[in-house]
C-alpha cells in the first residue's frame, strides 16, 4: 500500500463547485469558423465512405479547432480536469452525421476506446431500460445516477435531446472531497488506499485496485461503488461495517452543495472530464412518453496522448478489450 497523503491538495484541480459557479472559465464555445471547419470535414468525411469508426483525424483535420482542443486538453490534464463546450448545432445535422463530428472532435483530443465488449465506440445515454432488472445499467434509466468515474481517461457527453424535466449533470473534485475526508474523516483514508476487489477492471473475475492514488504530485481516484461492492461479492470477501462506513462519508462528502457544480446540459453542449480526478453524476429525471423525444446523450470514452502518469499498484484502464 502506498503512503497516505496527509497533506491537503491545492492544486487547480482541487476546485469547489461554489467556486466554479462564478468562474466560467472552463467554458468555451464553438465559433463560426470552427463551425463551417467541422462542416467541411464532414462533408468530406462523406464523400470518402467512411464511418465511425472507421477514420482517424487525418480523415476529420481540424485546423480552426486545434488552439481550442489544445486548451481543453490542458485543462483536462494540467488545469481543472473537465470543460465544457457550447454551440455545436445539432439540429442542423443528422444523428449519423452528429456521431461522426463527435467522433472526430474526440479523435483530435486522444483515442476513442470501447465501451463494451462488443467493442462500440459511442455509448447511447437514454432511459431504455428496465430499472427493475438488475442487469439494466443505471444510465440506461432516468434514476439518480450516483457519483462515479469511468474507466478510461477521460469521459465525453454530447447532448442531443433534454428531458421533460430534470436530468442535471453534476460533477466534483476528486482531490476537493479528499480534502474534505482528510478535514472530517481521516480516520476512514486507510479503505481508499488499501487494495479492493473491483469489478468490470478487464478480464473474467474482479481485480484488486487502491481507490486513491498519490503519484507524481497527483492525486487520483477510481471509484463506482456498485462495482467495488459488487467486486467484493464476486470473490466472496464481504466488506466490513468500517468500509461501508468509510464510502457512507465519503458518498455524503460528494453531496456537499459547496463542492459539486451542478449544469443542465443542452442540445449541442460537449462536455469532458478527467476520470482520475472529477467525478460525475447525473439527477434522476422525468422523460417524453415519445421515444424520439426522449433524453438523449452520447458518450465517448477517450485514451488521452498525454496523460497522467499512475503507480504500479493503481493500473490505469481506457475501455473494454473487444471479444
Known amino acids: 500500500m502506498t503512503n497516505i497523503l496527509r497533506e491537503p491538495i491545492s492544486d487547480t484541480y482541487a476546485w469547489r463547485g461554489e467556486q466554479m459557479r462564478h468562474d466560467t472559465r472552463w467554458v468555451y464555445h464553438l465559433t463560426k469558423p470552427q463551425i463551417e471547419n467541422l462542416d467541411t470535414s464532414l462533408s468530406e468525411l462523406n464523400k470518402s465512405g467512411r464511418d465511425v469508426p472507421d477514420f482517424t483525424c487525418q480523415h476529420f483535420p481540424l485546423p480552426e479547432l486545434h488552439k481550442l482542443l489544445q486548451k481543453i486538453t490542458f485543462d483536462l490534464e494540467q488545469g481543472r480536469g473537465f470543460a465544457l463546450l457550447k454551440g455545436l448545432p445539432v439540429n442542423r445535422y443528422s444523428e449519423p452525421d452528429i456521431r461522426k463530428i463527435y467522433f472526430g472532435i474526440g479523435l483530435n483530443l486522444g483515442k476513442p ?22 442487469n439494466t445499467r443505471v444510465y440506461e434509466t432516468n434514476a439518480y445516477l450516483p457519483y462515479h468515474t469511468d474507466p478510461s481517461d477521460v469521459v465525453g457527453l454530447l447532448c ?28 476512514h483514508l486507510y479503505f481508499f488506499y488499501k487494495p479492493t476487489y473491483y469489478a468490470h477492471m478487464g478480464g473474467d473475475k474482479p481485480k484488486l485496485t487502491p481507490l486513491f492514488s498519490y503519484h507524481e504530485n497527483k492525486l487520483s481516484c477510481r471509484y463506482l461503488r456498485q462495482y467495488i461492492e459488487l467486486g467484493n461479492e464476486i470473490m466472496g470477501v464481504p466488506l466490513s461495517s468500517d468500509n461501508l462506513l ?13 463542492l459539486k457544480l451542478d449544469m443542465m446540459l ?16 447525473r439527477t434522476a429525471f422525468e422523460d417524453f412518453e415519445e421515444q424520439p423525444l426522449r433524453r438523449k446523450m452520447l458518450r465517448l470514452w477517450l485514451k488521452m496522448r498525454e496523460a497522467r502518469s499512475l503507480a504500479p499498484d493503481f493500473p490505469g484502464r481506457n475501455g473494454f478489450a473487444a471479444d
Not at 442531443?160 to 480516520?187: F, I
Not at 468509510?246 to 459547496?258: L, V, Y
Not at 443542452?266 to 482520475?276: I, K, R, S
Open 113 to 134: 476506446v470501447a465501451q463494451n465488449p462488443a467493442g462500440d465506440m459511442l455509448g447511447d445515454v437514454m432511459n431504455v431500460g428496465d430499472p427493475k432488472d438488475r
Open 266 to 281: 443542452e442540445p449541442g453542449d460537449l462536455q469532458f472530464a478527467n476520470n482520475y480526478s472529477v467525478l460525475h453524476s
Open 246 to 258: 468509510a464510502m457512507d462519508k465519503f458518498d455524503a462528502i460528494t453531496q456537499d452543495s459547496s
Open 160 to 187: 442531443l435531446r433534454q428531458a421533460k424535466s430534470g436530468g442535471k449533470s453534476s460533477l466534483v473534485s476528486a482531490a476537493a472531497a479528499y480534502n474534505e475526508m482528510l478535514v472530517k474523516h481521516p480516520e
